[in-house]
């Protein structure tokens, strides 16, 4: 019984909360999340949740700050009403990318988010791919990272079935890109590249053997572009016959769509843990995938007490 479980969603990705009500076969919570004229965030929870099990559904996504806020505060709101207690899925974990100290006086607003999340009132968080594994450490409530791998899979085992290659853009998603591979029964590859500023990459060098075949680029996320589509034109340019692209979050920004246009690459799949802009949603290439049921799935086992992990084996 999910009676006394309900699902709450802010305004960051109202589509995929409603999705993920509709595999769960719960209604959407009554909440008012709106904005005063000065920009600070109202929210008002408009039904009882004393003693529920309840779940905020928010990507901090672009505009990462708003939608940031609106969770903390929805968080808080729930807290106070004595939630019992209260997960905050967040399909998308945004200032995940600094999670270390790469430079003197810099902070780790990876942790920062996390324990924001914790004092606003989470008693457990749900996550999507987070950029870096360690960071479910920065939390201390309990974690789950799942993972979007069997969405993604299955569309690779449909679509792509000829002389596949896995490939990573960077040394850091090595490990992602070999245990695809892996599932699929094929090689990977990788490319060695440099980095001589922030959200500017410079392809270097292609690991593997990629010559006469469809060769897969696999990322956690998609921002301005840069990686992808260079990685792509250096693929095309050492011999691969296609080059896809596959990602969880498609954060899309600057002139990522600009240079996905004009890229080798022939098709980008991505899942819907951020909504799409206009402009991508109009771009052919763009292929979008549901992970509404991995997540509806989830927040099911959560409640039952069930095993999470056991999804992925």
């Given at each position: 019984?999910?009676d ?6 802010g305004?960051?990705?109202?589509p995929?909360?409603q999705?993920?009500g ?5 209604s959407l919570?009554k909440?008012e999340?709106?904005?005063f004229?000065d920009?600070?965030?109202?929210v ?7 003693g529920?099990?309840v779940?905020?559904i928010?990507?901090t996504c672009p505009p990462?700050?708003?939608?940031l806020?609106?969770?903390?505060i929805?968080l808080d ?6 939630a019992?207690?209260i997960?905050?899925v ?5 200032y995940?990318r600094?999670?270390?100290?790469v ?9 920062l ?8 009132g ?7 791919d987070l ?9 201390n409530?309990p974690?789950?990272n799942?993972y ?10 449909k679509?792509?079935?000829d002389?596949v ?5 960077d040394?850091?998603?090595?490990e992602?890109a070999?245990?695809f591979a ?7 590859a990788?490319?060695?590249?440099r980095r ?7 392809v270097?060098?292609i ?9 897969i680029l ?8 840069g990686t992808?589509?260079?990685?792509a034109?250096?693929l095309?340019?050492n011999g691969?016959?296609?080059?896809y692209a ?6 899309f920004s600057?002139?990522a769509i ?7 690459l022939k098709?980008?799949?991505v ?8 402009e991508?949603?109009?771009l052919?290439?763009i292929?979008?995938l ?11 086992r959560?409640?039952y007490g069930?095993?999470v992990?056991s999804?992925f084996?």
């Open positions: 019984m999910l006394k479980l309900k699902i709450f969603a305004n960051s990705n109202l995929l909360a999705e993920i509709e595999n769960l076969n719960i919570g909440a999340v709106k904005s004229s920009g600070e965030i109202c008002e929870i408009q039904e009882s949740v004393r529920m099990e779940y905020v928010q990507s990462a700050n708003k939608n806020m609106e969770l903390l929805m709101a729930l807290k106070r009403a004595s019992h207690a997960t905050a967040i399909p998308y974990y945004g995940a600094q999670d270390r100290k430079a003197p006086r810099t902070p780790i607003t990876a942790k988010i996390a324990d924001l999340i914790a004092a606003a989470a008693t457990r968080v749900l996550c999507v950029h870096a594994g360690q960071i479910q450490g920065f939390f409530v974690v789950d799942i979007a791998t069997p969405v993604i899979l299955e569309y690779i085992h679509n792509y079935k002389d290659v896995i490939v990573s853009p040394a850091g998603g090595v992602r070999r245990a892996k599932r699929l029964d094929t090689s990977f990788m490319i060695d590249k001589p500023a922030p959200n500017i990459a410079e270097m060098n690991i593997g053997d990629i010559k006469g075949k469809n060769a696999l990322d956690d996320m998609i921002d301005t572009a992808i589509s260079l990685a034109d250096a095309i340019k691969a016959k296609e080059v596959c990602c969880t979050h498609p954060v600057g002139p600009e240079r996905l246009k004009k890229s080798a098709e980008i799949v899942t819907n843990t951020i909504p799409l802009s206009k991508a949603q109009d052919k290439k292929k979008t549901s992970i509404a049921p991995l997540l509806g799935e989830a927040i099911k959560i409640h069930e095993s992990s999804l084996v």
